[in-house]
């Protein structure tokens, strides 16, 4: 055997990397104690820096400054509820207006009708329009113009303006000099 060979280098070599490493170890645990304690400290400070009550005090006096602008809030929030209301009793007014308006041209439209279909020599004595019926009590001297009369609220019929034509009466007057009709038009 070689005599320059010595285990007992190799021994001291290993111990004192095994020493190395138990120096790092215990160094890295010291560093990692002093860093868990520098956190604690500076929650500690952060908590009695910004405490809890603290922030409910500024919350109640934020609270308390918005208070005054509640009751203007809920005067806005009121009028705009009054206007909204207002507007649609505005539109339900002018609807109601605007149908008013169309009945009487429809009702002008009809009477103007009925007029048109009436023979020069027929006298009208009564008119009545209503939402559903019209009444119309007509005279004349001669059956014949009530005849063409007649034929001539038929063909309303066609014009769709009135649905149905009901001859009421006819009578012939007392001194027989005129003859009354009374006439109901279904619209």
Do not use: C, H, W
């Amino acid at each position: 055997m070689p005599k320059n060979i010595n285990f007992l280098k190799l021994r001291k070599r290993e111990k004192v990397k095994s020493k190395k490493g138990i120096v790092a170890l215990r160094v890295g645990a010291v560093l990692y104690l002093i860093l868990i304690v520098m956190l604690a400290v500076t929650a500690f400070y952060l908590r009695e820096r910004v405490s809890l009550s603290a922030a409910k005090e500024k919350e109640v006096a934020f609270l308390n400054n918005l208070a005054p602008l509640r009751s203007k809030e809920a005067k806005l929030l009121y009028i705009k509820d009054r206007t909204g209301d207002i507007s649609e009793i505005i539109k339900s007014r002018e609807e109601v207006t605007k149908e008013k308006s169309e009945k009487k041209a429809n009702y002008a439209k009809i009477i103007t009708s009925f007029k048109e279909k009436i023979a020069e020599d027929v006298i009208i004595n009564t008119l009545n329009v209503n939402q559903s019926k019209v009444l119309l009590n007509i005279s004349s001297t001669s059956l014949l113009s009530i005849e063409q009369t007649i034929t001539g609220l038929i063909s309303l019929g066609k014009d769709e303006i009135i649905s149905e034509l009901l001859l009421d009466s006819l009578f012939l007057s007392e001194d027989k000099s005129q003859y009354l009709v009374f006439i109901t038009a279904s619209l």
